[in-house]
């Protein structure tokens, strides 16, 4: 039986490690079980032993990273009719929009017949110019505090079975 949540992440300087990090806190109050992995080790295993997700990547040139994409992609045939219906929020780090890979994977789950029970969470860096962009990034506590909150709420929803 799926239980738990499963938070993917991938990241390239840091922000979307650190905001799956803070929601894997979040979460780990609740008596769900949660588990944190890298895009590039989850697998389609992992997705049908959870009972939620939680998505957390950066934004890059508009779209999610080819990391997660390939996630995703890895996991769409194995999946077919296995998880529909299953809890999911996001959560994006942007320098300046967000709204391009958060849109790209809804258009995913969407196919997935996955719920969205939460609103996406961007994080915002306002890094511009490249010698902010392809820095390690260290995030404000206020928006690290944003992801524990969302970890806990979707955690949550799932340990009293309103997901």
Not at 51 to 63: D, K, V
Not at 145 to 150: M, T, V
């Amino acid at each position: 039986m799926a239980q738990g949540l499963l938070i993917v992440w991938h990241s390239r300087t840091g922000a979307s490690r650190a905001v799956a990090q803070a929601a894997c806190v979040g979460a780990s109050v609740e008596a769900a079980p949660v588990r944190l992995l890298g895009a590039q080790e989850a697998g389609p295993d992992d997705l049908l032993a959870a009972a939620g997700y939680l998505f957390c990547c950066p934004e890059n040139l508009g779209s999610m990273t080819g990391e997660m994409k390939a996630f995703f992609d890895r996991c769409y045939f194995p999946l077919l009719g296995r998880i529909e219906g299953r809890a999911y929020a996001t959560i994006i780090a942007a320098g300046s929009d967000g709204s391009g890979a958060e849109r790209q994977i809804d258009r995913i789950v969407t196919g997935r017949r996955l719920r969205r029970v939460a609103e996406p969470l961007i994080i915002c860096t306002k890094a511009q110019a490249p010698q902010q962009i392809l820095v390690p990034k260290t995030l404000e506590n206020a928006d690290l505090e944003k992801c524990r909150e969302l970890g806990q709420a979707v955690s949550a929803g799932l340990a009293l079975g309103v997901f």
